[in-house]
């Protein structure tokens, strides 16, 4: 059986095809630009990567030159070899808690929230569109980021505002990445062979969330109302006090927009260090002594350090915490940063297998507490998975 994962921006759609049968990536790509002077694609396969320009006006243009070049390059011979496609979907606010069958409710829904991700949702109904369009006999999957925290409890997710700005607009958490986590909660599961598990999972890319994982269900996330809060980021500040929001608006004459557009653009490392925001320039800045770089990863680790003591005692201890995502799955700087503060917990990391990139490992020591590994996320394949299993109903 043959899954393509899509995941689609406002001029860009990211592909995954996979064999499910052993769960491997058969073809992977990029269409970026589309409805933009200078749109490309790149097909990786076989070890062999392919770059092309080419014009394409919108997302039909790109499934149509997806779909054709899969069969050009004979990565599949007809379009009957599609089972089934699934979308990765920003926000399902709090009717959706799994992934479904898309139907034409799914995309009246999606269009609704679009006030709740006003980037994502309009471009997640443009990819999901396009593949109707071409491929309409083919049953289709969504994944919601939001779905995974649909199980927090009204303490987790109520932020202690007016209740009637929860009623009457829907103000409350909703945490995203939760594909993420849940792919790291069943991998845990599957490493431990068991799920009465209290799981740590922290997701630290240029943007990042922690979750509280108890029995493989999430009972609280960093993430918010929107992706601005929680731990600090690559460019967004996380947590602040709102009432800097005010403050700003009238020291610069900015509107409310205006100011939140520098809390999720100019802030994070970028904002604290004035360089970067990237972990890999922060931390050999920080390793030459530049204070600004120094003073930039000390605060992102103190973030995720107090998110990760709020979590431990939420759950009543911890079996494991796990780091995922492009700071955790290649940063050995910053874990270690992170787990030496953790020494109160009784976490000891083994310095040599801290040192891994990208593999699952345990890099605790055998006195510590705590297990911490590293394990890479995989959401594309998370989303096969729940295709497989929804169109297989
Ligand atoms: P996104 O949130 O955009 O999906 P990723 O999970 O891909 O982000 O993470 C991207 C970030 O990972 C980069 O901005 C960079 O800071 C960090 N990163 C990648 N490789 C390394 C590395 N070797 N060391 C430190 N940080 C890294």
């Known amino acids: 059986m043959k899954i393509i994962s899509i995941n689609a921006g406002s001029s860009s759609l990211k592909f995954s095809l996979f064999n499910m049968e052993d769960e491997t990536v058969i073809a992977s790509g990029l269409f970026e630009r589309i409805g933009i002077e200078g749109s490309c694609y790149t097909i990786k396969y076989n070890g062999e990567k392919i770059e092309q320009k080419v014009e394409m006006n919108n997302h039909e243009?790109?499934?149509?030159?997806?779909?054709?070049?899969?069969?050009?390059?004979?990565?599949?011979?007809s379009l009957d070899e599609i089972n089934g496609v699934g979308h990765r979907l920003v926000h399902g606010k709090d009717k959706y808690s799994s992934s479904v069958i898309i139907t034409d409710e799914v995309i009246k829904d999606l269009d609704e929230f679009s006030d709740f991700a006003p980037l994502h949702n309009p471009a997640n109904i443009l990819g999901?569109?396009?593949f109707k369009e071409v491929l309409p006999n083919v049953s289709m999957v969504g994944v919601f980021d939001t779905a995974f925290h649909q199980t927090m409890d009204k303490t987790a997710y109520l932020y202690p505002v007016p209740y009637s700005w929860y009623k009457d607009y829907g103000v409350r958490k909703y945490g995203f990445h939760g594909t993420s986590h849940r792919y790291i909660a069943d991998s845990v599961n599957r490493i431990f062979g068991r799920e009465d598990l209290r799981v740590i999972s922290c997701h630290i890319g240029n943007g990042g969330s922690i979750a509280a994982i108890q029995n493989g269900k999430?009972?609280?996330?960093?993430?918010?109302?929107t992706p601005l809060a929680g731990i600090m980021m690559g460019t967004r500040s996380g947590d602040?006090?709102?009432s800097i929001i005010?403050?700003?608006m009238e020291k610069e004459g900015k509107n409310a927009s205006e100011v939140i557009e520098d809390l999720n653009k100019h802030s994070g490392l970028l904002g604290l260090s004035e360089y970067s925001h990237d972990m890999r320039d922060i931390i050999e800045s920080a390793e030459q002594g530049n204070e600004k770089a120094i003073l930039a990863r000390d605060k992102y680790v103190r973030t995720i350090v107090n998110?990760?003591?709020?979590?431990?005692?939420?759950?009543?201890?911890?079996?494991?915490?796990?780091?995922t995502a492009g700071v955790g799955e290649n940063s050995s700087p910053i874990r270690r940063l992170v787990c030496e503060s953790l020494l109160p917990l009784g976490v000891k990391i083994d310095l040599e297998k801290n040192e891994i990139r990208g593999e699952v490992t345990k890099i605790s020591d055998k006195g510590s507490k705590i297990s911490v590994y590293v394990i890479p996320t995989n959401e594309e394949l998370m989303i096969a998975r729940d295709t497989m299993s929804l169109i297989g109903e």
């Open 61 to 77: 243009d790109a499934v149509h030159l997806l779909l054709e070049r899969l069969i050009d390059l004979h990565i599949i011979e």
């Open 240 to 242: 602040i006090d709102p």
């Open 218 to 225: 999430c009972i609280d996330t960093s993430m918010g109302f």
């Open 246 to 248: 005010t403050y700003v």
């Open 128 to 130: 999901i569109k396009a």
């Open 307 to 323: 998110y990760i003591g709020q979590y431990y005692l939420l759950l009543g201890g911890a079996d494991a915490i796990v780091f």
